[in-house]
């Protein structure tokens, strides 16, 4: 099985930036298996419904929530076995826990809490 740690978040004043990352580890299986799919970020808000933020697909293409077009960035770095979410203009209804997960799994960890000040 694959495992996805995130981490990066804090507290920020709106306008800032945060860098998040999601950790894959495992069996080397577990790691391919994770280069070979779609991983996705994910935020929940207290008393919202989560919602998709970003995707990038296996050939590197990305895909983000209109919310956070123009905003956010994610990427994928295979070496280190991490996908990022770059986040920058940060706003206070950006404030949420943040998840990444694989799109095939429906698996969710701790997440990371990203808080953004007015």
């Known amino acids: 099985q694959v495992q996805l740690v995130e981490s990066g978040g804090g507290l920020v004043q709106a306008g800032g930036s945060l860098r998040l990352s999601c950790v894959a580890s495992?069996?080397?299986?577990?790691?391919?298996?994770?280069?070979?799919?779609?991983v996705e970020w994910y935020r929940q808000a207290p008393g919202k419904q989560r919602e998709l933020v970003a995707a990038?697909?296996?050939?590197?293409?990305?895909n983000y929530a209109d919310s956070v077009k123009g905003r956010f960035t994610i990427s994928r770095d295979n070496a280190k076995n991490t996908v990022y979410l770059q986040m920058n203009s940060l706003k206070p209804e950006d404030t949420a826990v943040y998840y990444c997960?694989?799109?095939?799994?429906?698996?969710w960890g701790q997440g990371t809490q990203v808080t953004v000040s007015s």
């Open positions: 990038i697909m296996v050939g590197g293409s990305t």
């Open positions: 997960k694989m799109r095939p799994i429906n698996t």
């Open positions: 495992g069996s080397a299986f577990s790691i391919n298996i994770f280069r070979a799919n779609v």
